[in-house]
C-alpha cells in the first residue's frame, strides 16, 4: 500500500500561481510513477501530468508550458508548479502514484494504483 498526502491547493486570481505538493508513504517502491489528475463535477478525471521514476514526463496538452511536474525522490515527493492559470484549471487536483509503462508519449497504468484525498484548486476570473 502506498498512502499519498497532497498540500498547496487554495483560490488564486487567473494569471496566478500554485504549487501542489505530495508526500508518498508506505511501499513507494512499487510504483514507478507519480503524478497528478484532476476532476470537476460531472466530468471524469483527467491526467494534468506524470512523471517517471527515470524523470521523464509527460503533461496533458492544455497545461503545457504553464505546469511544471517534479519530484525529490529523497523526500518520496512529487510537485507541480502551477503558472498562468486560467479558470479552466480550477478544479480538485488528485495525486497518483502506480505502475506505467511508456512507449512514445503514450503512457498506460497498470497494477494498483492509489490516489490522494484531493486538493481544490479555485481560480477566479
Known amino acids: 500500500q502506498v498512502q499519498l498526502v497532497e498540500s498547496g491547493g487554495g483560490l488564486v486570481p487567473a494569471g496566478g500561481s500554485l504549487r501542489l505538493s505530495c508526500a508518498a508513504s508506505g511501499d513507494v517502491y512499487s510504483t514507478n510513477s507519480m503524478g497528478w489528475f484532476r476532476q470537476t463535477p460531472g466530468k471524469e478525471r483527467e491526467m494534468v501530468a506524470l512523471i517517471s521514476g527515470g524523470g521523464r514526463t509527460n503533461y496533458r496538452d492544455s497545461v503545457k508550458g504553464r505546469f511544471s511536474i517534479s519530484r525529490d525522490s529523497a523526500k518520496n515527493t512529487v510537485y507541480l508548479q502551477m503558472n498562468n492559470l486560467k479558470p479552466e484549471d480550477a478544479a480538485v487536483y488528485f495525486c497518483?502514484?502506480?505502475?506505467?509503462?511508456?512507449?512514445?508519449?503514450?503512457?498506460?497504468?497498470?497494477?494498483?494504483?492509489?490516489w490522494g484525498q484531493g486538493t481544490q484548486v479555485t481560480v477566479s476570473s
Open positions: 497518483h502514484a502506480g505502475l506505467v509503462i511508456s512507449f512514445s508519449d503514450n503512457w498506460y497504468f497498470y497494477g494498483e494504483r492509489y
